[in-house]
T-cell receptor, first 114, second 111 residues
């Protein structure tokens, strides 16, 4: 079984709709991250969380919100989806201090906003 | 200026050759550096990390770090067609709280 899972794997939605992407991990890591990936732009950090009560904005948080429901679950919401949020979204986890904060990625969610 | 810069490529090398991938970073306080490999449509997977100046070898892969020049590289010896992928360089920020990824270099290894 995969250590980091994301649901759904693919999603098509319409402009203005609210959607939620979910991430679960069985690695026991305390830190979780949401990234989006666009062609030619690499991975950009949306939000990150170091524990259930610690949530921080990344470089492109506008238009997104997150919820850390438990140590193992971190959800990303698009309150009112717009076409330029079409991207590949990755959840990642890391274990504080070991080894050097290596991040482990989920399989990704491909989102298309029409 | 992006925190981590990479040439987007594509870099084409023949099978069996050495592939050299390069990366520069802007934050002198960055502590650790990572190379990830990403196949098309898949998630990034860690190849190596390095945090001390010099070379670090793991099988066919060698990571090189020069903090004075703010330069990180990855050498792949005896390149195989299965090495064809996009390679992402990442730096861990000085406060250990943010990863900065480059946009990736696409590598093509030709049989």
């Amino acid at each position: 079984d995969a250590d980091v899972t994301q649901t759904p794997r693919n999603r098509i939605t319409k402009t203005g709709k609210r959607i939620m992407l979910e991430c679960s991990q069985t690695k026991g890591h305390d830190r979780m991250y949401w990234y989006r990936q666009d062609p030619g732009l690499g991975l950009r950090l949306i939000y990150y969380s170091f524990d259930v009560k610690d949530i921080n904005k990344g470089e492109i948080s506008d238009g997104y919100s997150v919820s850390r429901q438990a140590q193992a679950k971190f959800s990303l919401s698009l309150e009112s989806a717009i076409p330029n949020q079409t991207a590949l979204y990755f959840c990642a986890t890391s274990d504080r201090g070991s080894p050097r904060e290596t991040q482990y990625f989920g399989p990704g969610t491909r989102l298309l906003v029409l | 200026q992006k925190e981590v810069e990479q040439n987007s490529g594509p870099l084409s090398v023949p099978e069996g050759a050495i592939a050299s991938l390069n990366c520069t970073y802007s934050d002198r306080g960055s502590q650790s550096f990572f190379w990830y490999r990403q196949y098309s449509g898949k998630s990034p997977e860690l190849i190596m990390f390095i945090y001390s100046n010099g070379d670090k070898e793991d099988g066919r892969f060698t990571a090189q770090l020069n903090k004075a020049s703010q330069y990180v590289s990855l050498l792949i010896r005896d390149s195989q067609p299965s090495d064809s992928a996009t390679y992402l360089c990442a730096a861990l920020g000085r406060n250990f709280n943010k990863f900065y990824f480059g946009s990736g270099t696409k590598l093509n290894v030709k049989p």
